[in-house]
């Protein structure tokens, strides 16, 4: 099972930007569409965006489309996510998974597995 570690996270002021990294443990990473979830205190996990397995397929989630920007480097085995322009909402914990199943426009949290233990974002003046 691949194991995946997410980090970059931290304190930044509304406006500012931040790149979290998920960095995968072996090289069947690039066998798999790759995703962003987001969680919220008190709040269900909520899709960011996902990246098919060359990274020139992309698709976002309406509350992050045009500030944020997921890229993977294959050789690397590691996906990144650009936030630009953070808000206070887009304060949580960031979790990147694997595409497991589902359609390619699929949302749903129960079609990504082996989940990252999540690097924490707080976006705060």
């Known amino acids: 099972q691949v194991l995946l570690v997410e980090s970059g996270g931290g304190l930044v002021q509304p406006g500012g930007s931040l790149r979290l990294s998920c960095a995968a443990s072996?090289?069947?990473?690039?066998?798999?569409?790759m995703g962003w979830f987001r969680q919220a205190p008190g709040k269900e996990r909520e899709f960011v965006g996902v990246?098919?397995?060359?990274?020139?397929?992309?698709y976002y989630a309406d509350s992050v489309k045009g500030r944020s920007t997921i890229s993977r480097d294959n050789d690397k085995n590691t996906m990144y996510l650009q936030m630009n322009s953070l808000k206070p909402e887009d304060t949580g914990r960031y979790y990147c998974?694997?595409?497991?199943?589902?359609?390619?426009?699929?949302?749903?949290?129960?079609?990504?597995?082996?989940w990252g233990q999540g690097t924490q974002v707080t976006v705060s003046s």
């Open positions: 998974a694997i595409k497991t199943g589902g359609r390619w426009f699929t949302r749903n949290s129960a079609d990504f597995g082996s």
């Open positions: 072996d090289t069947t990473f690039s066998n798999y569409a």
């Open positions: 990246i098919g397995l060359s990274g020139t397929s992309t």
